[in-house]
């Protein structure tokens, strides 16, 4: 899977898909131990709030960077700082979605597309086996795949009418 097939999902179903393969792969309770160290930290809410009061764009590794500063994060697995990157832009997106300044989709789709990729920069594949990210874009092709035989079979059904 490419860059330019993951504009066909929004940010938000990006986010939740990786959020939960994660925890299908490594549990939930490692989901909310790395969604406890994201709401819990300063330095995450502080970003947030600068982000929207100053009305600027975290750009495309503002998240990777700010969560790759917190201890937790800094000898952690690439789909563990994708994790903790894609839960806050998700807070970021949900607490600043009454503000007057909103990026456009498009943006907030490569700031996401962006954190996945550069999370999987991190990650060192030693084994051979698929990777974390491999299965996520593996899902992600499935379900475009889905979504297409579903539209072919409404049209097919339509058509018969």
Known sequence: ??????????????????????????????????????????????????????????????????????????????????YGALFAIRQWIEQSYKDEFKLDYFTLNKIVVETIFRAEKTTINISGNLTFFDKYFDHLEKVLENSINNVEQQSFEHDGD
């Open 1 to 82: 899977m490419n860059k330019n097939q993951l504009i066909l999902f929004s940010p938000e179903d990006l986010i939740i898909i990786f959020l939960g393969l994660y925890n299908q792969e490594y549990g939930n309770k490692k989901g909310v131990g790395i969604v406890t160290k994201i709401q819990s930290s300063k330095r995450i809410r502080d970003f947030i709030i600068k982000l929207r009061t100053e009305k600027l764009s975290p750009g495309y590794d503002g998240f990777i960077t700010i969560v790759n500063s917190l201890p937790y994060f800094f000898f952690s697995k690439g789909e563990t700082l994708g």
